[in-house]
């Protein structure tokens, strides 16, 4: 597609429910990223894929929080018996990192707004 | 640690100029970005600065020193649609990008 898309845009949730988020990122681009931004706050990273592969973790918040890619392109987010700390919007981004030698721009998606309640 | 440090908000008046400073402590350094985001928008690329200079794209100029560890965004002719938050972020020796928390940009009129 011309850009990074994610669905849905809104989900409202009830507490304990579990939750997959969507995102497909632009065409040929082999890294992809998860982020979580809540209300007036900056951008926290959560996992990133190169390939299918996810080599950086590290920003997952708890065990509740799980990602995966399939065939290098669309990849879902799935949180777990959700809680209202994890309301927030979820953005996606995806880049050509690592095709030039150098940092990538990455290209963001609507995101999604969580609202658990 | 990895710190990007922004001011959390500036104030400026339409047609006037305005400098959003950024310093950074990364492990590694592989470029700088300078991202805009409206509210309730995802953000989208302004600049990327990877040697020490000035870049300039039309009203916007992003500037960088990496002796010094400092980048800085310039806004010209400020625009009622230039309100919004700048985040600067920094690539590092993994090809991580750290971000900053952003600069909420308030224009008058």
């Known amino acids: 597609g011309a850009g990074v898309s994610q669905s849905p845009s809104n989900k409202v949730t009830e507490k304990g429910k579990d939750v997959e988020l969507r995102c497909d990122p632009i065409?040929?681009?082999?890294?992809l990223y998860w982020y979580r931004q809540s209300l007036g706050q900056g951008l926290e990273f959560l996992i990133y894929?190169?390939?299918?592969?996810?080599?950086?973790k590290s920003g997952l918040p708890s065990d509740r929080f799980s990602a995966e890619r399939t065939g290098g392109s669309v990849s879902t987010l799935t949180i777990q018996r959700t809680q209202q700390e994890d309301s927030a919007v979820y953005l996606c981004?995806?880049?050509?990192?690592?095709?030039?030698?150098?940092?990538?721009?990455?290209?963001f998606g609507p995101g999604t707004r969580l609202t658990v309640l | 640690g990895q710190n990007i440090d922004q001011p959390t908000e500036m104030t400026a008046t339409e047609g006037a100029i305005v400098q959003i400073n950024c310093t950074y402590q990364?492990?590694?350094?592989?470029?700088l970005f300078w991202y805009q985001q409206h509210a309730g928008e995802a953000p989208t690329f302004l600049s990327y600065?990877?040697l020490d200079g000035l870049e300039e794209k039309g009203r916007f100029s992003s500037f960088l020193s990496r002796s010094k560890g400092y980048s800085y965004l310039l806004l010209k002719e400020l625009q009622m649609k230039d309100s919004a938050s700048y985040l600067c972020?920094?690539?590092?020796?993994?090809?991580?990008?750290?971000w900053g928390a952003g600069t909420k940009l308030i224009i008058k009129p």
């Open positions: 981004a995806s880049s050509n990192l690592g095709t030039s030698g150098g940092a990538d721009t990455q290209y």
């Open positions: 065409s040929g681009h082999t890294a």
């Open positions: 894929f190169q390939g299918n592969s996810a080599p950086d």
């Open positions: 990364t492990s590694g350094f592989n470029g």
């Open positions: 600065n990877v």
């Open positions: 972020a920094v690539t590092d020796s993994n090809y991580q990008l750290i």
